[in-house]
């Protein structure tokens, strides 16, 4: 080959490999992040279904009326990569929240329910079992 | 660097491209049926509380609530008894709004029709003729 002695790699190819290099970094911290993204989605999403099944059970026994009555519903744990998380799940008058801290990020969610006014809802950490109690 | 390799390099761009706006609304269609399965839990709630008697039912001559019942001189109800604080939602009974909200722009409404004894308070245990009912219709919107 003239003008290009032997075992010499060409400005072409460097520049290929270069512009090679730089594309597939540059897609890498953008899948990185869309990743994260969607991580951080799905476990938001999980809180906003607990919270919401939640809400809606507490709100179903109003259909026991005055009698008295105890309702039990076990709340799931959050699934994160390959592990599961239990929630915190706090009840403030007549909402309730399902929170979690993962990997030094904090999630939320909020629902509202209705009872039966005579009723107690608390969520009982040991079971991790949200309990409606109707004492009349 | 040859025209092969930066039309390469282009199309490999954009086909990763494509695949993360696939996948990114597959994101949003999850999101958007979790939303409606929210939707439809609470409104199967809110009918479940409204036919329990407590809110809009009969209550007998020691006072207990009859299930299944509309009281047709019913006080008033909420969103907040039926659990629906953060949705727009419409109940109407005998051509009457229990609760009155415009849905016109939700995005998802689910309607429900409860069919109710119709009753006065209080009433006798022997009181529900099953004759004389009334349908009452719980829309929930967001």
Known sequence: MKGQARGQISLDLMMAVLVSIIVIGTLLVVVENVQAS???????????????????FVTSTNAMGDVRFTAELKVPK????ETKQAPAVTIDGDTITVSISIGGKDFG????????????????NATERLVVNNIV | ?????????????????????????RTYEIKENIEYEDLQEKAEAAAIALSGGTLIGCTT???????FTY???????????????DYNVEVTADQVDLIAEDLGSAANV??????????SSPM???????????????????
Do not use: W
């Not at chain 1, 959050?78 to 990569?81: E, L, T």
């Open chain 1, 38 to 56: 969607y991580e951080d989605m799905f476990i938001e999403n999980q809180l906003k279904k607990i919270a919401s099944e939640s809400a809606a």
């Open chain 1, 78 to 81: 959050v699934q994160h990569g």
């Open chain 1, 109 to 124: 969610r909020s629902s509202h329910f209705s009872k039966p006014a005579t009723a107690t809802v608390a969520f009982d």
């Open chain 2, 1 to 25: 660097m040859t025209l092969d390799f930066l039309i390469a390099m282009i199309l490999v761009v954009f086909s990763i491209g494509a695949m993360m706006q696939l996948a990114e609304l």
């Open chain 2, 61 to 67: 001559e020691n006072g207990t609530a009859v299930p």
């Open chain 2, 71 to 85: 009281n047709t001189s019913v006080p008033g109800i909420t969103k907040g008894d039926l659990g629906l604080k």
């Open chain 2, 110 to 119: 689910i309607v429900v029709d409860l069919e109710l004894d119709k009753c």
């Open chain 2, 124 to 142: 006798p245990i022997t009181g529900v003729s099953g004759q004389d009912t009334q349908t009452v219709t719980l829309k929930v919107a967001k």
